[in-house]
């Protein structure tokens, strides 16, 4: 009988505290979750997310973006590098605010995942429950799609909604999506993890 398939190993990208990285890692901790969380790592120092993942016994790294004057694909090309010698198969963003290069979306396309907190293609960029509130939308919530070099604009692999309530503000509305984010993310990691879903010519195909 021969060995399973050693399962993908993930890298998440941080910037912050990374509450999603922490619901990613709990789940990969699940017997029979597809994916390995193997690293994290931030373009900031000190950044709250990397002390969680050392709890969590997890490799972590950091790439400082400052100490590269700028130059954004050499930065990238740091990054990769570190990603290469942890063996990383699948890139998962959680919260890293760094706008990509074409050239690091094409080193990882089909293999770099996002989420982001709206109905995708509605509210892009920054700000999407105030974006949300201002439309006046009946339905928001979070996306979770693949990279590509415009931003927000990958194919959705998964959604979850949430209703907008008639008393909602930024906060309350930003919370009720980040508890769908919570469950969406590692969902969809082991979706693509699994390779039930997968970015082929341009669109998500179901496996």
């Known amino acids: 009988m021969s060995a399973p398939a050693p399962r993908p190993r ?11 990285m922490v619901s990613l890692v709990e789940a990969a901790q699940a017997e029979g979750f597809p994916a390995e969380i193997a690293l994290v790592l931030s373009n900031v120092p000190g950044a709250g997310g990397l002390d969680r993942a050392k709890e969590f016994g997890i490799a972590t790294a950091t790439v400082d973006h400052r100490a590269f004057n700028r130059d954004r694909e050499a930065f990238e090309r740091a990054m ?12 998962v963003l959680a919260g890293f605010m760094r ?3 074409p050239w690091f979306v094409r080193r990882w396309e089909g293999r770099m995942i996002n ?21 006046g939308v009946v339905e928001h919530g ?3 799609h693949f990279v590509v070099p415009e931003l927000d604009a990958g194919p959705v692999i ?16 930003a919370s009720r999506v980040l508890v769908q984010e ?12 699994s390779g039930r879903a997968a970015l ?8």
Do not use: W
């Not at 892009?124 to 949300?132: D, L, W």
């Open 142 to 144: 979070c996306s979770v």
């Open 158 to 173: 998964m959604q979850a909604k949430v209703p907008v309530l008639p008393e909602d503000d930024e906060d309350t509305l």
């Open 10 to 20: 993930v890298g998440i990208l941080i910037s912050g505290r990374g509450s999603n």
């Open 80 to 91: 990769d590098e570190v990603l290469r010698v942890n063996q990383i198969d699948l890139v």
């Open 200 to 207: 082929v010519d341009g669109a998500v195909v179901r496996r």
């Open 182 to 193: 919570h469950l969406l993310y590692p969902r969809a990691l082991a979706e693509v993890a």
């Open 115 to 135: 989420i982001h907190p709206s109905l995708l293609p509605l509210f892009k960029g920054t700000h999407t429950h105030r974006q949300a509130l201002e439309a």
């Open 99 to 101: 706008i990509m290069t």
